[in-house]
């Protein structure tokens, strides 16, 4: 295992652990608004502001997840076609892999353009600059490609598995 595999099972493993820190604190945060909201009258105004950050956070992180096990949504019909020439699977996931990556990239440069865009603007309760927020995407979606990196090495390595939980 070289040190770049070492690197990236790592960072899949802190991914996973942010995660399920989100997890939590999103489920945290909206007990105790809800139960301080109708308990008590009187809710945390911060919290609804914080689960959305939280979120934003978990759809990245997870899907960054999701990348690096091919377990994203995709359409399986012209792999299913190709199961007996796997050959012709290899390249068309070498293929769409890569335009996929592709995208991702175009992704990030354009998160870090909005982020710089959006620098000036706050939140309205934590008044938390949007650079913060918005740097969620463009994280995510390099942790995205990172993870797609970790695939694709290891779908040339081993060759192509056909079951989502081989590769992983």
């Known amino acids: ?9 790592e ?8 995660c ?3 997890v939590v604190g999103l489920s945290v945060l909206v007990f105790l608004s809800v ?5 008590f009258n009187s809710p945390l105004e911060w919290a609804d502001e914080v689960v959305g950050f939280f979120i934003l956070g978990l759809t990245y992180f997870g899907s960054a997840v999701a990348c690096g096990r091919r377990s994203q949504i995709y359409v399986e019909l012209l792999e299913s076609f190709l199961k007996k020439k796997p050959g012709a699977l290899r390249w068309v996931r070498v293929l769409t892999d890569g335009v996929v990556m592709i995208a991702l990239v175009l992704m990030v440069l ?3 353009q909005l982020c710089v865009d ?3 603007q706050k939140t309205g309760i934590l008044m938390l600059s949007y650079f913060w927020v918005y740097m969620i995407m463009p994280v995510g979606v390099a942790f995205m490609l ?17 079951d989502n939980s081989a590769a992983h």
């Open 1 to 9: 295992m070289t040190t770049l595999d070492r690197l990236l099972e």
């Open 11 to 18: 960072l899949e493993r802190v991914l996973k652990w942010i």
């Open 20 to 22: 399920v820190a989100l």
């Open 35 to 39: 139960f301080l909201r109708y308990l």
């Open 110 to 112: 354009v998160g870090l």
């Open 118 to 120: 959006c620098r000036t």
């Open 146 to 162: 990172l993870m797609m990196v970790k695939r694709l090495k290891f779908d040339l390595q081993r060759g192509f598995v056909t």
